[in-house]
């Protein structure tokens, strides 16, 4: 089956968001230029991380002269909730970010999680190959503005920091029954 690329260029919005409650959120990616809307789902940490190395892409293209704003005009923050109904298209497996120096603008690519990547994350410890040209795998792609992106990866951390607070010890997310806490022995946090 061919794979089917859904390309957004400058869109309407495009935001990172939740839903569910902290403990059980699903996290998607949206993008929506007039009527098209497409969602796709991923983990919470693929968009920790998108925003974390938006971010610092930014920063370093600033840095070499590029007209990058330093923080996102608050009015361009979007916080509205995710456009309904929300229908995801696929859950996505690799990510890739690229900056475009000749018109700069931003390239966000999300691929859509094959068979290799699902082996992947199964075989956690072995080394696995990637193809990163796999005919068969989906793609959402979407070019940006700095200031888009900016306003993307601010909300993406608000979104990612809603969550549960930290365990004080040892980090990991405090549910509201607590955890069992590996720095303090096993003992109830």
Avoid at 49 to 61: H, P
Avoid at 124 to 135: K, Q, R, Y
Avoid at 171 to 188: D, S, T, V, W, Y
Wanted: hydrophobic share 40%.
């Amino acid at each position: 089956m061919a794979a089917r690329i859904f390309d957004f260029d400058n869109p309407d919005r495009f935001v990172a968001g939740a839903i569910g409650q902290p403990g059980s959120r699903t996290f998607y990616l949206q993008a929506r230029d007039g009527r098209r809307v497409v969602s796709v789902l991923l983990e919470k940490v693929q968009v920790d991380l998108l925003a974390e190395r938006l971010g610092a892409l930014l920063a370093e293209v600033r840095e070499r002269g590029a007209k990058v704003p330093e923080s996102p005009d608050p009015g361009q923050i979007d916080a509205a909730p995710l456009d309904q109904p929300l229908a995801e298209v696929f859950r996505v497996g690799t990510m890739a970010i690229v900056w475009d120096g000749e018109d700069e603008t931003i390239l966000v690519e999300a691929r859509a999680m094959t068979e290799v990547d699902e082996e992947a994350a199964e075989d956690a410890g072995e080394e696995t190959e990637v193809d990163e040209e796999d005919e068969d795998a989906d793609v959402l792609r979407v070019h940006l503005r700095p200031a888009q992106a900016l306003a993307f990866t601010q909300r993406a951390l608000e979104v990612v920091a809603a969550g549960r607070p930290p365990c004080p010890f040892c980090g990991q997310p405090l549910n509201p029954e607590g955890h069992i806490c590996a720095r303090r022995n096993g003992f109830m946090h």
